[in-house]
Nanobody, 124 residues
Framework: QDQLVESGGGLVQAGGSLSLSCTAS???????MAWFRQAPGHEREFLAG????????SYADSVKGRFTISRDNAKNTMSLQMSSLKPEDTAIYYC??????????????????WGQGTQVSVSS
């Protein structure tokens, strides 16, 4: 079954840390992957991307230096380690997989598989 499942969301205080995980199954792994988020009233926003083997990563300016993307191909998982969280980081976080081994595309249309999302809430 081709599926992406996120986990690890929750409520954290500003300045705190949280780690998200995405477990891939079927044809969703072995591809470029990324994390996006969407806050109420806002468009879906690219956060970080990683190539199929983890050799390339890219970050949105809004999270660079605070978030770290990684993957473990032996476990079919991708992670997002988030630190120095701010209230404006509150959103639903999604993992996604592209139809390429690596892409610098940051548009959601470039990704063909999506998880169901996990809520991250940061209190002030």
């Amino acid at each position: 079954q081709d599926q992406l499942v996120e986990s690890g969301g929750g409520l954290v205080q500003a300045g705190g840390s949280l780690s998200l995980s995405c477990t891939a199954s079927g044809r969703t792994f072995g591809r470029a992957m990324a994390w996006f988020r969407q806050a109420p009233g806002h468009e879906r926003e690219f956060l970080a991307g990683i190539s199929w083997n983890g050799g390339h990563t890219s970050y949105a300016d809004s999270v660079k230096g605070r978030f770290t993307i990684s993957r473990d191909n032996a476990k079919n998982t991708m992670s997002l380690q988030m630190s120095s969280l701010k209230p404006e980081d509150t959103a639903i976080y999604y993992c996604a997989a592209a139809d390429k081994l690596w892409t610098t595309d940051r548009e959601s249309e470039s990704y063909i598989y999506w998880g169901q999302g996990t809520q991250v809430s940061v209190s002030s």
